[in-house]
């Protein structure tokens, strides 16, 4: 079974930078991509960015240049490191992880950006 934890969420203001971790936890096959999707209120849940085990990654256009995911993969740990943080990031984060087969989430952390 596996479980992931998130941390690092919270209010921000506008111009700010805030950094989520998630670890995970159980049966972690080596081959897997992590990622952080987050879900606005009356939004559908989309994604931010991913990264692979082998470290290729991918961001959501909005995000491109201020946010940067990183991996830790003796500690089957995935970070999302968001500068110059906007009001229109506020949302729910969560964490993914993508195994063969089987698709895990996170509990969600609030990250919260005022103007």
């Known amino acids: 079974q596996v479980q992931l934890v998130e941390s690092g969420g919270g209010l921000v203001q506008a111009g700010g930078s805030l950094r989520l971790s998630c670890a995970a936890s159980?049966?972690?096959?080596?081959?897997?991509?992590m990622g952080w999707y987050r879900q606005a209120p009356g939004k559908q849940r989309e994604s931010v960015a991913t990264i692979t085990s082998g470290g290729l990654t991918n961001y959501a256009d909005s995000v491109k240049g201020r946010f940067t995911i990183s991996r830790d993969n003796a500690k089957n740990t995935v970070y999302l490191q968001m500068n110059s943080l906007k009001p229109e990031d506020t949302a729910v984060y969560y964490c993914?992880?993508?195994?063969?087969?089987?698709?895990?989430w996170g509990q969600g952390t609030q990250v919260t950006v005022s103007s």
């Open positions: 159980g049966s972690i096959f080596s081959i897997n991509v």
């Open positions: 993914q992880i993508a195994l063969p087969g089987i698709r895990v």
